[in-house]
């Protein structure tokens, strides 16, 4: 199905260093197709409950105040099997163990500034895109090159 949709979020430290052109572009070369985008700055309730599964980590407070600190590029991609390549796409969390070539991997160090958010499966997109985007934010259209990407 190449319908498939995940949610991905450039953090407010990728916003700060100038990061949004090259992340975007990453999965646009891929082929995938942008459906949704905002700048937004939604507040510590939003992103507490964007993370509600990692709340009993000692690392949560940190992550939510990062999370707080500055604007958040929030996007939905489309395309087949967009949810587990765009978290290939992104790299492991921890930025010293991603691969080069990967997001994380060329753009950070630390896991604490790791700069991008991608859903980690089909359900947790479908969550967090409804919890992100109100339905007539998510864009229909077939995208020109479609019959050059897919078979
Ligand atoms: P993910 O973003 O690759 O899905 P998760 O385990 O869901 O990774 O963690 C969410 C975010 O929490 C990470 O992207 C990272 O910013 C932060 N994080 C995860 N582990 C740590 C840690 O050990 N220390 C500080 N921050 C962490
Ligand atoms: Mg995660």
């Keep these: 199905m190449s319908n498939e949709r995940t949610f991905i979020a450039i953090k407010p430290d990728g916003v700060q260093r100038g990061l949004i052109g090259p992340i975007i572009s ?54 087949k099997e967009v949810v587990k390549t765009g978290r290939v796409l992104l790299g492991a969390t921890n930025p010293l163990a991603s691969a080069p070539g990967t997001i994380r991997g060329d753009f950070a160090i630390d896991v604490g500034r790791n700069v991008c958010h991608g859903s980690d499966s089909v359900e ?26 897919y078979e």
């Design 26 to 79: 990453r999965f646009e070369a891929k082929g995938f197709q942008l459906v949704a985008m905002k700048l937004v700055q939604p507040g510590k309730a939003h992103l507490e409950k964007h993370y509600a599964d990692l709340a009993t980590k000692p690392f949560f407070a940190g992550l939510v105040q990062y999370m707080c600190s500055g604007p958040i590029c929030a996007m939905v991609w489309e395309g």
């Design 124 to 149: 947790s997109a479908k969550k967090e895109i409804a919890l992100w985007f109100k339905p007539e934010e998510l864009m229909s259209y077939t995208p020109a090159a479609r019959s050059w990407i």
